[in-house]
């Protein structure tokens, strides 16, 4: 049984024909078919039969693969990226995960500076939304990475920032006239916000349920010039947090202003698996992220 009968018998299972599968691959249909039919030789059973309406129908046999090659498949990923976790400790790689916007709020000299004092240490970034961020940390695909609060219990977090979540508000809005926003003051109003992938849309869904208030409508997006767009075109409230505010690309209009929220916050910090250790190499940029969060902090843009 080779890996590719499993993989185009798979195809054939899913898609409930030979020569979709075999387009998808890309071979010929006969070529799928032939693999199939050596599969089937090989197990001593018949996997598809045609129906009367002469579709591909998957006998009792086929159920029984199907599930055993669906793990086959996951089995193969975990061993494939554990050497590849193996393959990046020789080579003294650390690959960081991160959700996005992240790295790009820390800065350039965030990683430079490090590779300058750890030459021999190479550091190599995935940013990702939230959930798949924390997903491929608990598989294993990265060995560090930056999640946001609130934080996997089956990570060990080093807590790094912390800061104030604002809206950006159309400055026609009534609500451009306050000092802050309260959580109730977003009642009733259109909101732009990074969608449900991301833990600031469930913590804001999950603080106004708690508090009976009612948001008109949610429009997602994870472009934080367009939630600024947004709110400066007049259609919303766009979400963003304080380091934002105070970038010159967001300074070029008064038709719009940031308002923080009270009771509303963003925090990051850095995870591992709890069940792995550490290696020498990924304590140190460990160590290092969390001596560059305490520089900046001293900054005073995070709370």
């Given at each position: 049984m080779?890996?590719?009968?499993?993989?185009?018998?798979?195809?054939?299972?899913?898609?409930?024909?030979?020569?979709?599968?075999a387009?998808?691959?890309?071979?010929?249909?006969?070529?799928?078919?032939?693999?199939?039919?050596?599969?089937?030789?090989?197990?001593?059973?018949?996997?598809?039969?045609?129906?009367?309406n002469?579709?591909?129908?998957?006998?009792?046999?086929?159920?029984?693969?199907?599930p055993f090659?669906t793990?086959?498949e996951?089995?193969?990923k975990r061993?494939?990226?554990s050497?590849?976790?193996i393959?990046?400790r020789e080579?003294?790689?650390?690959?960081?995960?991160?959700?996005?916007?992240?790295?790009?709020?820390?800065?350039?000299?965030f990683?430079?500076?490090?590779?300058?004092?750890?030459?021999?240490?190479?550091?190599?970034?995935?940013?990702?939304?939230?959930?798949?961020?924390?997903?491929?940390?608990?598989?294993?695909?990265?060995?560090?990475?930056?999640?946001l609060?609130?934080?996997?219990?089956?990570?060990e977090?080093?807590?790094?920032?912390?800061?104030r979540?604002?809206?950006?508000?159309?400055s026609?809005?009534?609500?451009?006239?306050?000092?802050?926003?309260?959580?109730?003051?977003?009642?009733?109003?259109?909101?732009?916000?990074?969608?449900?992938?991301?833990?600031?849309?469930r913590?804001?869904?999950?603080?106004c349920?708690?508090?009976?208030?009612?948001?008109?409508?949610?429009v997602?997006?994870?472009?934080?010039?367009?939630?600024?767009?947004?709110?400066?075109?007049?259609?919303?409230l766009?979400f963003?947090?304080?380091?934002?505010?105070?970038?010159?690309?967001?300074?070029?209009?008064?038709?719009?202003?940031?308002?923080?929220?009270e009771?509303?916050?963003?925090r990051?910090?850095?995870?591992?698996?709890?069940?792995?250790?550490?290696t020498?190499?990924?304590?140190?940029?460990?160590?290092?992220?969390?001596?560059?969060?305490?520089t900046?902090?001293q900054?005073?843009?995070w709370?």
């Amino acid at each position: 049984m080779y890996t590719e009968q499993l993989d185009y018998f798979m195809l054939a299972y899913r898609l409930r024909s030979f020569s979709a599968a075999a387009k998808q691959v890309p071979m010929s249909s006969q070529g799928l078919t032939k693999s199939i039919r050596a599969l089937e030789n090989e197990l001593g059973v018949t996997l598809f039969v045609v129906d009367a309406n002469g579709g591909l129908k998957p006998t009792p046999f086929a159920e029984e693969l199907a599930p055993f090659a669906t793990q086959f498949e996951e089995n193969r990923k975990r061993l494939a990226e554990s050497f590849e976790r193996i393959r990046a400790r020789e080579r003294h790689e650390i690959r960081l995960g991160t959700s996005l916007g992240i790295i790009g709020l820390l800065g350039p000299d965030f990683l430079e500076s490090f590779h300058s004092a750890n030459p021999d240490i190479r550091v190599t970034v995935n940013e990702d939304s939230d959930d798949v961020c924390e997903k491929n940390l608990a598989r294993g695909a990265y060995d560090l990475a930056f999640t946001l609060a609130p934080y996997n219990p089956d990570f060990e977090t080093e807590k790094l920032f912390a800061t104030r979540v604002c809206f950006w508000v159309p400055s026609c809005d009534d609500l451009a006239q306050k000092r802050a926003l309260s959580v109730a003051d977003l009642a009733g109003h259109t909101i732009a916000i990074p969608g449900k992938d991301y833990k600031c849309y469930r913590s804001l869904l999950s603080t106004c349920q708690a508090d009976g208030i009612e948001i008109s409508e949610i429009v997602p997006s994870s472009e934080i010039f367009w939630l600024y767009e947004y709110a400066l075109h007049g259609n919303g409230l766009g979400f963003t947090i304080e380091p934002h505010t105070k970038l010159a690309m967001f300074q070029t209009s008064d038709a719009v202003v940031a308002l923080p929220c009270e009771g509303l916050s963003w925090r990051f910090g850095i995870s591992h698996v709890k069940s792995r250790n550490l290696t020498p190499h990924e304590e140190a940029f460990r160590d290092y992220a969390i001596e560059f969060a305490r520089t900046i902090a001293q900054g005073g843009i995070w709370a």
